[in-house]
């Protein structure tokens, strides 16, 4: 049991490394075109909808498909990243349980 833990927490850790590359270069690629055009926007625009479509797409309508495409992924990146950082602490947790047996 000590072993498949220890196994899954690594998949985990291994998973999220993987995942951070990933997104960093979908990323990356989209933030470039975004940057070159001088695109600016912070990250309560990110997180909040309504403000983005108030604020950011009417000054960049040209780019508001690269916009959604970065926040979209942002977004993503930064669910997937909570998810197995707290299955991490969870099964390492479980670990920490199970040494002591």
Request: charged share 20%; proline share 2%; glycine share 2%.
């Amino acid at each position: 049991m000590y072993v498949l833990l220890i196994s899954i927490v690594v998949s985990l850790f291994i998973a999220m490394l993987f995942l951070n590359i990933y997104f960093r270069v979908r990323v990356f690629k989209v933030y470039r075109r975004l940057v070159e055009a001088r695109v600016e926007f912070g990250a309560a625009h990110i997180f909040n909808k309504s403000k983005m479509e108030s604020e950011i797409y009417p000054k960049y309508p040209a780019f508001q498909g690269d916009i959604e495409i970065f926040v979209r992924h942002m977004r993503y990146s930064i669910k997937m990243a909570t998810v197995l950082i707290a299955l991490i602490t969870l099964f390492g947790a479980i670990l920490m349980y199970y040494r002591d047996l």
